[in-house]
């Protein structure tokens, strides 16, 4: 049997988490990574939106907090360098793929990286710029639980595109 990886990967989760049922379905999608007993460990850029160097009093969306948060954002692309593989939460409320979301990939596409897509929602189509290049397309969080990332059968999109 021909295995992707010899030891269990570390992850780097791509999600947007701009509303309560974008950051329910990262909490699934972490808690599934968690139970992998083919993954290392995961880093969440949902857990990391206020920087450090960041007063808390300084409030979210404002431009102080913007200019901290993307050099913030620079530092976890050195997370993307780091995984062993991406897997990416692409719907978006009812909509295709969050743009940072879409970045995150095609930088890990770039670094010729494995992609792995899960999609809570079935009724938007995907764009194929993404469906085609990933190793496996999840539709339920059991699947991503009991995944072998080691082994990474291909699962590939069976939904519509546009």
Not at 16 to 42: C, D, G, M, W
């Amino acid at each position: 049997m021909n295995k992707l990886f010899n030891q269990a990967v570390n992850v780097y989760l791509a999600a947007p988490f701009f509303s309560e049922s974008q950051i329910k379905k990262v909490e699934l999608l972490e808690n599934a990574l968690s139970k992998n007993k083919t993954v290392a460990n995961f880093f969440s850029p949902m857990r990391c939106q206020h920087p450090e160097s960041l007063p808390q009093e300084v409030e979210a969306f404002t431009p102080e907090w913007a200019k901290a948060t993307m050099e913030n954002d620079v530092n976890e692309v050195n997370e993307v360098n780091k995984a062993d593989i991406i897997v990416a939460i692409v719907d978006f409320d009812h909509q295709d793929t969050d743009s940072g979301t879409a970045w995150e990939l095609g930088y890990a596409i770039a670094l010729e990286k494995p992609t792995y897509l899960i999609r809570f929602e079935d009724t938007i189509p995907a764009n194929i710029m993404l469906t085609e290049r990933n190793r496996a397309f999840f539709t339920q969080i059991e699947q991503v639980e009991e995944y072998d990332f080691l082994e990474s059968k291909l699962i590939p999109y069976s939904g519509k595109y546009q």
